[in-house]
Nanobody, 124 residues
């Protein structure tokens, strides 16, 4: 599975931004996908995850209600819409995938496939 993540940029607090992650090598319905982020000087943290078939979506408490996962199976792409952004959301965002959905969806070590990071900078 190869992943291509795009969509980062410089935005102001309160703005919205869409990240996308396109998979190749497997259909979206066959994989589980997640986003993690890493801010400068901090450890990588879980943001959100979902089954490619839409059967399950989960969010970290820090982003729940502000970030939303959606899917376009025709494009083999999962999206992460970032809303009501704050400076604390500034980080490199990475999409990741694995072939199964488990209770360990928030653990980075469980994901076999990673896209390149995309930088989201929230600044006034």
């Amino acid at each position: 599975v190869q992943l291509q993540g795009v969509g980062g940029g410089l935005v102001q607090p309160g703005d919205t931004l869409r990240l996308s992650c396109t998979a190749s090598g497997r259909t979206l319905g066959d994989i589980s996908m997640a986003w993690f982020r890493q801010a400068p000087g901090k450890e990588r943290e879980f943001v959100a995850a979902g089954r490619g078939n839409g059967a399950r979506t989960v969010y970290a408490s820090s982003v729940k209600g502000r970030f939303t996962i959606s899917r376009d199976r025709a494009k083999n792409t999962m999206y992460l819409d970032l809303g009501r952004l704050t400076v604390e959301d500034t980080a490199d965002y990475y999409c990741a995938a694995k072939l199964s959905w488990t209770v360990a969806y928030s653990e980075a070590s469980q994901y076999n496939y990673w896209g390149q990071g995309t930088l989201v900078t929230v600044s006034s």
